[in-house]
């Protein structure tokens, strides 16, 4: 059985430090990265479909807490759950595993990497596993799984922009924020591979190529931990090889 969130968990691998920042750290610094398969691209008449490898790091020395990863698409690829199977299972049902419950939704792989309490002279680490799942409502979903901490993080699809929300503790959500009482939490980096086809519809698509590289806006925004960061967001653009 996956573990819920537990802050008595989290609370032990803080060794007992709440840790308040007592100066303000460096600006956060987004280093994104991306490549497309094949890399040949689709066209507008003949678009194809294409396997994304996206990964983002941020600099540890800023210790930042983020609220929300934005990935913005350029015009010549396109974004889509249509014609896809979508997972209509809740957020606890995933939990007990996406394979289990919605094996033919599942849309790719990845990881993740923070700190417990970045504060403290030795932080904790935390790993993810991550698992992409077409959900409904125009929502991609990614599943979270660790030793300590599970959650289903909602990736919301408006045109080419795909925003994708940290749980804060509301809504019945575990707070990944802050996952115990005055101990954040601190994004290092994340990996993921989207990838999903289901007869002439794909997840992924390119219809062209401009400059021989698709631009990948990506945007992480920063809450204060307990105080304001340096920089409330940081900005990097990926560059994907194409043809």
Do not use: W
């Not at 996206?54 to 759950?81: C, F, G, H, Q």
């Amino acid at each position: 059985m996956r573990k819920s969130f537990l802050v008595a968990g989290v609370a032990a691998l803080t060794f007992g430090v709440t840790g308040v920042a007592l100066a303000q750290n460096p600006a956060p610094v987004l280093d994104a990265t991306a490549t497309v398969s094949p890399s040949k691209a689709g066209t507008k008449s003949k678009p194809k479909s294409e396997k994304l490898k996206l990964v983002v790091k941020n600099n540890r020395e800023s210790k930042t807490t983020a609220s929300s990863i934005e990935i913005t698409l350029p015009s010549s690829l396109k974004l889509s759950l249509s014609g896809l199977d979508q997972c209509k299972a809740t957020d606890t049902e995933l939990l007990a595993g996406p394979e289990k419950v919605c094996k033919t939704s599942i849309a790719g792989t990845g990881e993740a990497n923070a700190l417990v309490n970045p504060f403290a002279a030795t932080p904790a680490p935390l790993k993810f596993k991550v698992t992409p799942v077409i959900g409904d409502k125009n929502e991609l979903l990614f599943v979270l799984d660790s030793t300590i901490a599970d959650a289903v993080l909602h990736g919301k699809i408006s045109g080419k922009k795909l925003t994708i929300k940290i749980p804060d503790g509301t809504g019945g959500q575990p707070n990944l924020q802050q996952p115990a009482p005055g101990t954040y939490s601190a994004l290092l980096d994340l990996t993921t591979t989207l990838s999903k086809k289901k007869g002439s519809k794909a997840l992924i698509t390119s219809n062209g190529c401009k400059s021989r590289m698709h631009k990948i806006g990506v945007k992480v925004n920063f809450v204060p931990n307990p105080s304001p960061p340096a920089a409330t967001s940081s900005t990097d653009t990926a560059e994907a090889k194409c043809s």
